[in-house]
């Protein structure tokens, strides 16, 4: 059974940084599409960043291109998501997604993937 695990929130100025971890149990990540997506309080949750199972491909919210990376290292079991130049519209809960799609892509909306972690809290003061 696939189990996501995230880690790396917290509380951080308008400007800072952070970086969140995916920690993936139960199966290797590298027969897994990975992403992120975040939901602030009272929005729907959307996507931020993915990820395809070799790491050939990445892809971006418009919102944080340019701010945020998305990587993995499948060794580890791992996908990470650095995140500079943060601003409060950025507060939300991040969560992690696996989808075992065949082909390898960029997967960028909720229904296309199967797992999913419990999130991890992201406040960025203005």
């Known amino acids: 059974q696939v189990q996501l695990v995230e880690s790396g929130g917290g509380l951080v100025q308008t400007g800072g940084s952070l970086r969140l971890s995916c920690l993936m149990s139960g199966r290797t990540s590298h027969y897994y599409n990975m992403g992120w997506f975040r939901q602030a309080p009272g929005k729907e949750r959307e996507f931020v960043a993915g990820v395809s199972k070799g790491g050939d491909y990445t892809d971006y919210a418009a919102s944080v291109k340019g701010r945020f990376t998305i990587s993995r290292d499948n060794a580890k079991n791992t996908v990470s998501l650095q995140m500079n130049s943060l601003k409060p519209e950025d507060t939300a809960v991040y969560y992690c997604?696996?989808?075992?799609?065949?082909?390898?892509?960029?997967?960028?909306?909720?229904?296309?993937?199967?797992?999913w972690g419990r999130g991890t809290q992201v406040t960025v003061s203005a």
């Open positions: 997604a696996a989808t075992d799609r065949y082909y390898a892509s960029v997967y960028t909306t909720e229904s296309q993937y199967e797992h």
